[in-house]
């Protein structure tokens, strides 16, 4: 089966313009996470979906972040005003759900370029 | 706070060589801890989760070791290849979170 799809893979923008990101989690998975990789500061998480429970937002790093996951399938995330320092490869991983055994899988990625 | 640490943050052996990452963790309270290889410019790969009731798992030549109690976990690769070259990344899940912690990483090269 395929596994977790993300677009687009590259991403260049100007300083203050919005973007937007899209991830496709694995079919029958109810949680989805998403992940920022930079240079200076590693694999930070940013949000996390289950189900229909409201998410788990406590990673984002500012209110110009925001995601939504529609019908409990795709989610995209949103970055308003964006800032050089938004710059990263932005992860998306996708589980079965709640439990131990919540082995995630995750994309191959977008990667934000901010000129 | 939980924080993930992985020793060394580089290693490069002769091809055939046995080798150990290390990874360990200050906080005990976690659900499962998960490796992963991650391929310059690519996405990761898990290849190994380590539920907090195991001990170990093992997948062909690898073999990952968990020890909750003093906060450590042990990737074991035996018979390394060129192709294992890669960075690869340790990371838990504390009880009450859902979302990943992760190390920095061990960058891995595998000398033909």
């Known amino acids: 089966g395929a596994g977790v799809s993300q677009s687009p893979s590259n991403k260049v923008t100007e300083k203050g313009k919005d973007v937007e990101l899209r991830c496709d989690p694995i079919s029958g998975h109810t949680a989805l996470y998403w992940y920022r990789q930079s240079l200076g500061q590693g694999l930070e998480f940013l949000i996390y979906f289950q189900g229909n429970s409201a998410p788990d937002k406590s990673g984002l790093p500012s209110d110009r972040f925001s995601a939504e996951r529609t019908g409990g399938s795709v989610s995209t995330l949103t970055i308003q005003r964006t800032q050089q320092e938004d710059s990263a490869v932005y992860l998306c991983?996708?589980?079965f759900g709640q439990g131990t055994y919540n082995e995630q899988f995750f994309g191959p990625g977008t990667r934000l370029t901010v000129l | 706070k939980q924080e993930v640490t992985q020793i060394p943050a580089a290693l490069s052996v002769p091809e055939g060589e046995n080798l150990v990452l290390n990874c360990s963790f200050t906080?005990?309270?976690?659900?499962?801890l998960q490796w992963f290889r991650q391929d310059p410019g690519k996405g990761l790969t898990s290849l190994l989760l380590i539920q907090s009731s195991q001990r170990e798992q093992t997948s062909g030549r690898l073999n990952a070791s968990l020890d909750k109690s003093s906060g450590r976990s042990t990737l074991y690769i035996a018979a390394s290849q060129p192709g294992d070259s890669a960075t690869y990344l340790c990371a838990v899940v504390d009880t009450g979170r859902r979302a990943l912690t992760f190390g920095s990483g061990t960058r891995l090269q595998v000398q033909p």
């Open positions: 991983a996708s589980s």
């Open positions: 906080d005990s309270a976690i659900y499962n």
